[in-house]
């Protein structure tokens, strides 16, 4: 085949999987600001996805009219994977800064927790969904050669990227998260992203050798030396922010939620699930779990078999 031909296949292949890593991240950026705001609701969700498209948006619309002045688009492409991949990383690093929002907003509001939801999302979606924008003129133009075959091949791209985000929303949602947990699928992702500006940048045969080693050396360096400065343990630290200090005595992460346990003073022990509490040991907390237990069984006058809906820390099943 052509270089032509060849290099249409590369980037069709490159869209489809930046497709993959876009939706792999909304699915793990979703259950990390859940984790923060300690918010799992509808509304929630729904701010994250309009953050996301609009990010989207706003980086199509300023890339299709920056689309005409780039030489080398093949080198952009290269670029904004790059750049997709460090703000990936430093994402989880911008986690840290969404509580602010959380507690500065006034909380006795609907219109004050919609302006938190959106300010945290924004805070960490902003840059990556705008990088992201941008890369579907970039592609278009790349690909689409002439008018005659212009529907055909702007199906294609899209058809494969959409397909890319199908699939790279399963995997991160059933295989990422439960194998290396949130804060690890965020750097499984990004570094997906690095790779895949290296050899972007590799297959660009009109950019100079010392040129390429340059981008790519400096670009795998500061990821690494983020990733090495990362706390392994940055999403405990996520959960309860804000809250007075604590010992974690258990956590873990797989495709149904983020659960953790932690120790407080005076024998307090707390159940979190996605960063709310759920069975606290205070005295009140632990009356009310009792006496669900014995109060059907008083009111009922032959309680031959019972059922519990929710084990939860099962004191009321016990």
């Not at 793990?28 to 948006?57: D, E, K, M």
């Not at 703000?87 to 938190?116: C, D, H, K, M, Q």
Request: aromatic share 10%; with cysteine; proline share 4%.
């Amino acid at each position: 085949p052509s270089r032509d031909s060849r290099l249409r296949v590369l980037v069709l292949v490159a869209f489809g999987l930046s497709g993959f890593i876009a939706l792999g991240y909304e699915v793990v950026w979703t259950r990390l600001l859940a984790i923060v705001l300690q918010s799992a609701t509808a509304q929630t969700l729904s701010t994250i996805l309009i953050s996301f498209l609009f990010g989207l948006a706003a980086g199509g619309a300023v890339g299709a009219r920056l689309v005409d002045r780039w030489r080398d688009l093949l080198l952009v492409f290269a670029v904004l994977e790059l750049l997709l991949g460090l703000f990936g990383l430093i994402s989880v690093y911008a986690l840290g800064a969404v509580p602010v929002f959380w507690i500065g907003a006034v909380e006795t509001t609907w219109i004050g927790n919609l302006a938190r939801l959106f300010g945290a999302a924004f805070l960490v979606m902003c840059i990556p969904t705008f990088l992201m924008g941008m890369l579907f003129p970039v592609v278009g133009r790349l690909y689409v050669t002439g008018l005659p075959d212009l529907g055909r091949r702007i199906g294609n791209i899209y058809g494969i990227n959409t397909s890319g985000a199908i699939f790279g929303a399963f995997a991160a949602g059933f295989l990422f998260i439960p194998l290396a947990g949130t804060q690890g699928s965020v750097d499984v992702l990004a570094w997906l992203n690095i790779l895949l500006g290296v050899v972007l940048l590799l297959a660009n045969s009109s950019l100079r050798i010392r040129s390429k080693v340059f981008v790519i050396s400096a670009s795998v360096a500061v990821a690494a030396a983020h990733s090495s400065f990362m706390p392994p343990d940055m999403v405990k630290h996520l959960i309860g922010w804000g809250e007075r200090p604590g010992t974690v005595v258990h956590f873990d992460e797989d495709a149904g939620g983020t659960v953790s346990v932690h120790d407080y003073a005076g024998g307090i022990r707390v159940l979190k699930v996605n960063g709310g509490s759920e069975v606290p040991t205070t005295f009140t907390s632990l009356q009310t779990f009792r006496l669900l237990g014995p109060l059907p069984m008083v009111l009922h006058p032959q309680p031959d078999d019972a059922l519990v809906i929710a084990f939860g820390g099962g004191i009321t099943l016990s």
